[in-house]
């Protein structure tokens, strides 16, 4: 594995950035890190203290390390944070079997985890990251000490309607449909449609965030590979709904070990508020945390809330781990 330094500007709230630029908020930097197959950028913020645990958060369809900025800021005294772009997404580049499965991009994390020697770490994932990051759990739970998942993307009877179009994009063919429907937009336009979908109360974002997201919506739309990234993903969850015994999300969410915290939004449109329960039940030992305000990306809209929940899980269960070391010394 090798690691190097990206360039970028200093602050979010600068102008935005031409196409192909990395963008860096303040006080985050980036590196880029080359395994067997593919090359991940990796969005660390210095701790505020040197032996804080590690951390890593993984974003959602059409998202990137990004999303994660409000919240790893609010959890810089606690813990030692990374943000991954998933292969394809962000600045990483597209993996080179183009597999974007659940399966393979898990397998991405996991590589990414044994490289660096990280492990265990306390694990976010949202949406697509959700999913990813259930299976990390329930196939290495060596590298996960607690789990936090925020709308995850896991399997339902009943797709919300406004989940639909996503959906569309699995199917052979649609992308340039889809595409064509999407031309003749602005990045404005789209970058709108997007934030409506996913934010539970879309006024709630600054104008240099928003600015900031039609500037990262522009690069996107510039990569000759975004909607291959788009649709092979959105296909991937699509065939891990339909997986049966060992490999269906749902055995793998009851085959978790870590202490889990699940955040669902009551404003969610693409994965339904219903799920909260059936996600409760299914991760043992589970804590639930709801937010009737939220859409899909709790983090990004109330990162106050998500974070003292998340310490809240960090704190019992440094005491349980404590408590267990103590018993295994006597």
Request: aromatic fraction near 8%; glycine fraction near 10%.
């Given at each position: 594995m090798s690691s190097t330094e990206l360039p970028g500007v200093r602050s979010a709230a600068e102008l935005p950035s031409p196409v192909g630029a990395v963008r860096v908020a303040e006080g985050e930097r980036l590196r880029s890190v080359a395994l067997p197959g593919l090359t991940l950028t990796v969005r660390s913020r210095p701790p505020a203290r040197r032996g804080l645990p590690p951390a890593l958060f993984v974003h959602g369809l059409g998202g990137s390390s990004l999303n994660w900025s409000a919240l790893m800021g609010q959890l810089e005294d606690a813990v030692d944070g990374e943000a991954v772009d998933l292969p394809g997404f962000g600045d990483s580049a597209p993996p080179a079997d183009r597999d974007y499965s659940v399966t393979a991009l898990a397998r991405a994390v996991i590589r990414h985890l044994d490289a660096a020697g990280r492990g265990p770490v306390h694990l976010f994932g949202n949406s697509l990251g959700g999913a990813v990051s259930t299976r990390v759990a329930a196939v290495r739970p060596d590298l996960v000490r607690t789990l936090t998942l925020i709308s995850p993307a896991l399997p339902e009877l009943r797709v919300q309607r406004t989940a639909v179009p996503t959906a569309l994009l699995a199917v052979p063919g649609a992308v340039s449909v889809v595409s064509r429907m999407f031309r003749d937009l602005t990045a404005e336009q789209r970058t709108r449609g997007v934030m409506g979908l996913c934010y539970g109360d879309p006024s709630r974002v600054t104008p240099e965030g928003f600015r900031d997201a039609?500037?990262?919506?522009?690069?996107?739309?510039?990569?000759?590979?975004?909607?291959?990234?788009?649709?092979?993903?959105?296909?991937?969850?699509?065939?891990?709904?339909?997986?049966?015994?060992?490999?269906?999300?749902?055995?793998?969410?009851?085959?978790?070990?870590?202490?889990?915290?699940?955040?669902?939004?009551?404003?969610?449109?693409?994965?339904?508020?219903?799920?909260?329960?059936?996600?409760?039940?299914?991760?043992?030992?589970?804590?639930?945390?709801?937010?009737?305000?939220?859409?899909?990306?709790?983090?990004?809209?109330?990162?106050?809330?998500?974070?003292?929940?998340?310490?809240?899980?960090?704190?019992?269960?440094?005491?349980?781990?404590?408590?267990?070391?103590?018993?295994?010394?006597?």
């Open positions: 039609v500037a990262e919506m522009e690069r996107r739309m510039a990569l000759p590979y975004f909607w291959e990234a788009m649709s092979r993903s959105s296909r991937g969850i699509v065939d891990a709904y339909t997986l049966g015994g060992q490999h269906g999300l749902w055995r793998q969410a009851q085959r978790v070990l870590a202490p889990t915290l699940l955040v669902y939004g009551g404003r969610d449109r693409l994965v339904s508020y219903r799920m909260a329960r059936k996600a409760a039940a299914a991760f043992r030992g589970s804590r639930l945390l709801t937010l009737p305000e939220a859409g899909h990306v709790a983090m990004m809209e109330y990162p106050d809330l998500v974070a003292a929940a998340f310490l809240d899980l960090l704190r019992d269960d440094r005491t349980g781990h404590e408590l267990h070391t103590g018993e295994d010394r006597g």
